[in-house]
């Protein structure tokens, strides 16, 4: 842990947007290791969400600062209804505080509050506490901020693929963009960066088909501990990638040219 900790501490101090080139447009975090940050203190789980969801609001400020539009934080997974009941609920429970406790402060700074994801399976006071935000946010144009709460990717798909089946569309008249449309991110355009935090190497069902061509960054932090530094660093390295959609670059097409 300590050498996490020298690691974020050392990067450099948040410059203001205009120093990198390239900032992405769309930048959707995999909040994890709230569970392991609180037992790395002794801590109840409950605590780790606690503070991971506490982090969301410096994250949001640093994302702004940065330059990034848009910014999708995954909170809570259609698999992790599996957990132990006691933490579902307390995270459920968190939700809505941190939704009390925010709003006010997230509309005055200019963001845009979206959800991805069933609003199902929350109590109905909730739901509409969030669909309440929504609304109240809609012309907000400074940052979309995009919470995905009970999300997974392939159910996503899923769904749209019933809803597709169901409008009766021709399958020769379904294409990429179709199924785009269908997509509850159908407003949104595919992430340019991914970041996970907390060390681990996978996806776990999240954005399956919007991930496509994304630039993925996996970060040792955990995520309460993922500071503004850790996502310029993030930044900063996706403005160093060449992203080539599977053409070649364009130093490779210019030789390419010159030899023929
Ligand atoms: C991420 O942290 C939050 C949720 C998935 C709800 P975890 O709770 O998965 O933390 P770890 O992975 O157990 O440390
Ligand atoms: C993914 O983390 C979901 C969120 C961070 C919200 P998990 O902790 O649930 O993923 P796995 O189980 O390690 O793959
Ligand atoms: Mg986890």
Redesign the pocket.
């Known amino acids: 842990m300590a050498s996490i900790r020298e690691r974020a501490g050392s990067a450099p101090a948040l410059a203001p947007a205009e120093s990198i080139e390239n900032v992405p447009e769309h930048v959707a975090i995999?909040?994890?290791g709230n569970?392991r940050w609180a037992a790395s203190r002794g801590l109840p789980r409950l605590a780790g969400h606690e503070a991971g969801t506490s982090n969301i609001r410096r994250i949001t400020q640093a994302a702004g600062a940065l330059g990034i539009r848009y910014l999708t934080l995954?909170?809570?997974?259609a698999?992790?209804w599996s957990r132990p009941q006691e933490e579902v609920s307390g995270i459920v429970r968190i939700l809505g505080e941190t939704l009390d406790r925010e709003l006010d402060e997230l509309h005055r700074q200019g963001a845009q509050l979206r959800h991805i994801g069933s609003l199902e399976g929350l109590p109905t006071e909730l739901r509409n506490a969030v669909l309440a935000a929504i609304e109240l946010t809609r012309e907000n144009d400074k940052l979309v901020l995009t919470l995905?709460f009970d999300?997974s990717g392939r159910q996503e798909l899923l769904a749209a693929i019933r809803e597709i089946v169901a409008a009766g569309i021709p399958p020769g008249e379904i294409d990429e963009a179709t199924i785009d449309r269908y997509l509850f991110t159908h407003d949104l355009p595919d992430p340019d960066l991914i970041i996970?935090t907390?060390g681990?190497f996978?996806l776990?069902?999240?954005l399956v088909w919007q991930s496509a061509y994304s630039e993925l960054y996996f970060s040792p932090v955990l995520?309460p501990e993922f500071g503004p530094r850790d996502l310029e660093e993030a930044v900063r390295d996706f403005s160093r990638r060449e992203r080539r959609f599977g053409n070649v670059s364009a130093e490779a097409a210019r030789m390419t040219r010159e030899r023929a």
């Open positions: 995999i909040m994890d569970g995954w909170a809570f997974s698999e992790n995905a999300y996970r907390s681990e996978r776990s069902n999240f995520w």
